[in-house]
């Protein structure tokens, strides 16, 4: 007599037909099969195994996965119906686990989480009970025996079915323990292909590339930009010993996603889950310890520049380096701050160049605005055009600025405004206001010092106009000078200055008649 297939609705039908009493009420054993109510898997139903197996049964045409899926809800997911429920088939039938065969199945060897099983030809007693005959183990009867002896979980079917195909096969694993599946911890990802860098050699305006710089090395973020999502922890998979003792995973690790906030960002909860958010337009920065994700109006870089991190740099505003600039390569930008070696070029537009460390064989230039190296600087070329130059020690260089100051100089060659040193040795020193505490020769270079002229632009300026002045006088001198030329030539006029120059001298004396008359004729001439 058929049984139907078991439902949480038919579970307890009258006319279900069980195969034994106790906790196997939830398996059926039906015409077309023994059932397990999909309802009650679990610990339930492993009572309900346990029971019928060590009640001297076992599953005939057993599906071992289907069972192990049922028992301990490991391995590929259950068959499902028609009408969307799990068919839980487990075997073809249940029979009777018949002693004398019982007999033929050795014992297990269990280390290391297997189970090693000898194979070997198996003898059964003849049916007339007059000797012995060849026969061969049943892979169902090898699982309920294998249970029987402790094994209820990770049997290898495969390797028991050609262990019992070969007799002579000898000692092989027939079961594993399964480790435990390791979950995910939380995770950070990128959302944002605008904080992705590229490395593409920069084209230029003529359609050349430029293979010493890159396309877009520090990328620019717009405001609302979700920039990074936080993926929350996944717990792993148990694992199971040969016992079916379930071995639970390590619990996944959170992290805690604020920690990634910086200046500039927020944590916003979307539709989607966390996201880091920019709050302004700006360049994105990476704290390469912290993870710290900031938007900066200037750039910082902890890479350094070489031709393999960034490649020469051409920037609009203030850039801030932490790694070292290697030889041949160049910075340009506003406001430069470098906080490891410089051996290339640094090119500031305006703002100050802060070198906090040393400046070796590079050079550093300043449009408008003023140079200070921390460190040493050696054989490098420094030139302020407006702003002050300020090394703490400078050796073989070249250094110009309206106003530079040096604690040491050596073999330097320094022309500026102002310049105050206070060690100088073998340099050669050009200024036109100069203060040096100590000279002093530096092996064959001696110590050269050229005071500047003041700058007389204003007073030349003056002269130049007061000389165009007195050049006007002269040309109006030489004008009246030649006007009285013309009138002394006059035969009536050399006269009258004849008589009044013998007069004044005394030679000739006037009546006063004369004299009144000589008087009158003066006034006519110069009238």
Not at 379 to 394: C, D, F, K, L, Q
Not at 424 to 433: D, H, I, M, Q
Request: glycine residues 10%.
């Amino acid at each position: 007599m058929s049984d139907p297939v078991l439902s949480p609705a038919t579970h307890a039908a009258p006319a279900t037909r069980f195969a034994g009493a106790g906790p196997e009420h939830c398996i059926a054993h039906r015409a077309d099969g023994v059932y397990a109510d999909p309802a009650v898997l679990g610990t339930t139903l492993l009572a309900a195994v346990d029971a019928l197996l060590r009640g001297g049964s076992f599953f005939r045409g057993l599906n071992y996965p289907v069972l192990i899926k049922a028992l301990y809800d490991s391995g590929p997911a259950l068959p499902v119906g028609p009408g969307g429920e799990a068919l839980v088939r487990l075997a073809d039938d249940i029979l009777p686990f018949d002693a004398s065969r019982r007999g033929l199945y050795r014992s297990v060897k269990i280390r290391d989480g297997q189970a090693e099983y000898c194979f070997e030809p198996v003898f059964a007693t003849a049916a007339d009970g007059m000797g012995e005959q060849p026969t061969r183990l049943d892979v169902d009867e090898f699982v309920a025996d294998m249970w029987q002896k402790g094994i209820r979980f990770g049997i290898d079917i495969a390797a028991v079915k050609q262990g019992i195909d070969h007799p002579n096969t000898g000692r092989i694993v027939v079961a594993r323990r399964l480790e435990p599946e390791a979950g995910q911890d939380a995770t950070v990802v990128e959302v944002s292909d605008d904080i992705h860098r590229s490395d593409a050699p920069r084209q230029l305006a003529n359609g050349k590339l430029d293979l010493m710089s890159f396309q877009n090395r520090f990328p620019q973020v717009p405001a609302g930009a979700c920039l990074l999502q936080k993926l929350p922890p996944r717990p792993g998979a148990p694992g199971f010993e040969l016992s079916g003792i379930r071995i639970e995973p390590a619990a996944p690790n959170e992290l805690d996603f604020a920690a990634y906030t910086g200046a500039g960002t927020r944590i916003e909860r979307l539709a989607g889950g966390e996201y880091l958010v920019a709050t302004r337009t700006g360049f994105l920065n990476v704290d390469p310890k912290t993870h710290q994700v900031s938007i900066d109006d200037k750039v910082i870089s902890r890479d350094g520049v070489s031709a393999r991190t960034t490649g020469n740099l051409q920037l609009s505003g203030d850039y801030e380096e932490f790694g070292e600039v290697q030889e041949k390569r160049v910075i340009e930008g506003n406001s430069i701050t470098v906080h490891a070696d410089v051996y290339g070029e640094v090119v500031s537009r305006g703002g100050s160049v802060r070198l906090c460390a040393n400046l070796v064989g590079g050079s550093a230039h300043n449009k408008r605005g003023d140079i200070r190296v921390d460190g040493v600087t050696s054989n490098a070329v420094i030139a302020a055009s407006a702003g002050s130059v300020t090394p703490a020690r400078a050796e073989n260089c070249v250094v110009s600025g309206t106003r530079v100051h040096i604690d040491v100089a050596i073999n330097c060659e320094i022309v500026a405004d102002e310049v105050t040193i206070g060690l100088a040795e073998g340099c050669a020193v050009a200024a036109r206001k100069l203060d040096i505490e100590s000279s002093a020769p530096w092996r064959d270079s001696e110590m050269l010092v050229y005071v500047l002229c003041a700058d007389c632009g204003r007073i030349d300026e003056v002269i130049a106009q007061v000389g165009a002045r007195l050049a006007e006088f002269d040309a109006l001198l030489a004008r009246h000078k030649s006007a009285q030329a013309q009138l002394c030539s006059q035969p009536a006029v050399r006269q009258y200055l004849d008589i009044a120059g013998r007069v004044r001298s005394g030679e000739m004396t006037l009546t006063p008649a004369q004299n009144g008359q000589f008087r009158q004729i003066g006034q006519v001439r110069r009238g």
